[in-house]
């Protein structure tokens, strides 16, 4: 039996998940509301809450579990990419539960986590598949042709998808993270009411800066004609940002698909959540004829299980680290 517990602390969720010979067993995510009052993420307070925070999650992913803490046999941890000082808390509880039990140390890339959540249920996705990894960091196309064997084809080259999301929601006056609100109100407006750009980026690559910057021009000449204008026309904004920002993912998507001929394709990352993704590559998926993986809304965001099951495939590689291991703000694939 391979018992795991896993510990997630990259950003502003502390998550601890327990995976017994690669099942979940439990995934305990306390999210840290202390953020929403200053419109996203101040590091050093996500510091201090996963120090807050980490004892009593992993004591319920233990007890939801239903073992005891002694009978842990690896303890697997998100190294990076993340928040220096935030994954410095789930290392240093990881390394301390690891050498107290002398039992082994798995570290897991995040990125690679999430992609590997696909993982946790079926259906599973076969090798080579096509993940585009769309988070509050990171937006990528990634070849996928084993557990940890990923080949990044493109990436934003300025802000996230997410970032996009979080900081029209800013302008919009909607609150941290906004993202879950933008999707909210999208579903009740027209995405057609107000044309936004598509960047012309080369290769597989994005770019999210310029929208940003047209829907704050597009806000402040709308305002200045009718101050009400963001009440009467939220709905309208956020159907018409939210469905240019998936229309620029999945023309990405769909050209990469093309390139490599790969026809497995996922999504994966916080903005995998997104109903006008989902949908919208349901709706490419049967078009071109590919196989179609969606996350379950729990696997989207931060979570630890997607560690859990990443640390799983490496404990039964044996891949395992030493206790000088560090975490890692930037971290390659
Ligand atoms: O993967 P994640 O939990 O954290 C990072 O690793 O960054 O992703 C968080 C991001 C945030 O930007 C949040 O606004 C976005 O995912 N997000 C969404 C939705 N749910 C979460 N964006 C659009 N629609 C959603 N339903
Ligand atoms: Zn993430």
């Known amino acids: 039996m391979a018992i795991i517990l896993a510990i997630e602390s990259s950003c502003d969720e502390t998550s601890a998940a327990i995976c017994i010979d690669g099942e979940i067993k439990s995934n305990i995510i306390a999210s840290q509301a202390i953020h929403a009052k200053y419109g996203g993420v101040v590091p050093e307070l996500a510091s201090r809450a996963h120090q807050l925070h980490i004892i009593p999650t992993v004591d319920e992913a233990i007890q939801q579990a239903k073992i005891h803490k002694n009978d842990v046999e690896a303890v697997a941890f998100t190294r990076g990419p993340g928040l220096l000082g935030a994954l410095l808390v789930g290392t240093s509880f990881a390394k301390s539960f690891a050498l107290a039990r002398q039992i082994p140390l798995i570290e897991v890339n995040h990125m690679q986590a999430h992609i590997l959540a696909h993982f946790i249920e079926d259906p599973k996705p076969s090798f080579p598949f096509l993940c585009l990894t769309v988070s509050g960091g990171h937006t990528q196309i990634v070849l996928v042709k084993d557990y940890f064997d990923m080949e990044l084809l493109g990436q934003t080259l300025d802000d996230a998808a997410g970032e996009a999301f979080d900081k029209t929601a800013k302008i919009l006056h909607l609150p941290y993270p906004g993202g879950p609100l933008i999707d909210k109100y999208a579903q009740e407006g027209d995405p057609k009411a107000y044309t936004l750009p598509e960047p012309q980026i080369p290769e597989l690559n994005f770019s999210f800066s310029g929208l940003k910057t047209a829907i704050l021009y597009l806000v402040q000449a709308e305002e200045?004609?009718?101050?009400?204008?963001?009440?009467?026309?939220?709905?309208?904004?956020?159907?018409?940002?939210?469905?240019?920002?998936?229309?620029?993912?999945?023309?990405?998507?769909?050209?990469?698909?093309?390139?490599?001929?790969?026809?497995?394709?996922?999504?994966?990352?916080?903005v995998s959540a997104n109903s006008g993704l989902r949908q919208g590559l349901l709706t490419m998926g049967s078009q071109y004829g590919w196989n179609v993986f969606i996350p379950k809304f729990e696997y989207c965001t931060d979570n630890a299980a997607m560690i859990a099951i990443a640390g799983y495939h490496k404990y039964l590689r044996k891949e395992f680290v030493g206790q000088d291991v560090a975490p890692l703000a930037r971290m390659h694939m």
């Not at 204008?229 to 698909?257: G, P």
């Open 224 to 270: 200045k004609k009718n101050p009400d204008f963001l009440k009467e026309h939220m709905a309208d904004i956020c159907a018409s940002v939210q469905q240019r920002i998936v229309s620029i993912l999945l023309n990405k998507l769909q050209k990469a698909a093309k390139q490599t001929g790969v026809r497995n394709v996922a999504i994966a990352g916080g």
